[in-house]
């Protein structure tokens, strides 16, 4: 009896499996569009940090890979938006993930916030001696601020946290578009559902 009515209801859940990619969605597309916007704002710095050696990724074709990114970041994250061309945008954008972690934060570990206590940096699976060394600079820091600065307005908004810069907002934004690559942009929430179920008609008429 309750295998069958598990099973009644699983079945059921699939008329309702587009809202997690939704939700996926929704959550994704912001952080693109914005970080494309980002680019626009500050184009020729983006494109010099590019290209330059000494103090960017040394890449080639900087105007190009910069253009690119842009392009992925701000056009793809309003496609993922509404769901269209969801497979196809989410190519580029891996790839825009892959680049970002491999050149830019892969030496930084895994974690995004400099947690010392966090087996994630600890050695146990990753090693970052950075954040390792992270209280002791928090600490000074927080010395400092209380003993010249305005300690309690500065801190009024959250704690202060030292910024590691690791791959795990990277990875964790590759996985959510390997999700929309794997499985589109969902069932009835769409553009790319209705386009598909009007061919599909198209078709059968």
């Known amino acids: 009896m309750i295998t069958q009515i598990y099973n009644t209801v699983v079945d059921k859940m699939k008329y309702g499996d587009g809202i997690p990619l939704l ?16 680019k626009v704002q500050s184009f020729d710095n ?21 253009f690119l990114a842009t392009a992925a ?20 954008l891996l790839v825009t993930m892959v680049v970002a972690m491999v ?4 030496k930084n570990g895994w974690a995004a916030i400099a947690d010392a206590s966090s087996w994630l ?7 970052n001696e950075t954040v390792m060394e992270a209280p002791e600079r928090l600490a000074a820091a927080k010395s400092l601020l209380q ?10 908004s959250g704690s202060f ?10 990875a964790t934004y590759f996985v959510m578009l390997a999700v929309l690559l794997f499985y589109g942009g969902g069932r009835y929430v769409s ?9 599909s008609k198209k078709a059968v008429d």
Do not use: C
Request: no cysteine.
């Open 191 to 199: 553009v790319d559902y209705f386009v598909s179920k009007a061919r």
């Open 103 to 106: 050149t830019v934060h892969a």
């Open 147 to 156: 003993a010249h600065g305005h300690y309690d307005w500065l801190t009024g």
């Open 23 to 38: 939700l996926l969605r929704l959550f994704l597309a912001p952080v693109m569009i914005q970080a494309g916007w980002t």
């Open 73 to 92: 970041e701000l056009v793809g994250g309003f496609l993922i938006l509404i769901g269209a061309l969801t497979r196809l945008v989410s190519i580029p």
């Open 121 to 127: 940096s600890d050695g146990t699976i990753f090693l």
């Open 46 to 66: 983006i494109v010099n940090w590019f290209g330059n050696e000494d103090y960017g990724l040394g890449l080639p074709f900087p105007l190009v890979m910069a």
């Open 161 to 170: 946290v030292i910024l590691n810069n690791g791959i795990e907002f990277g």
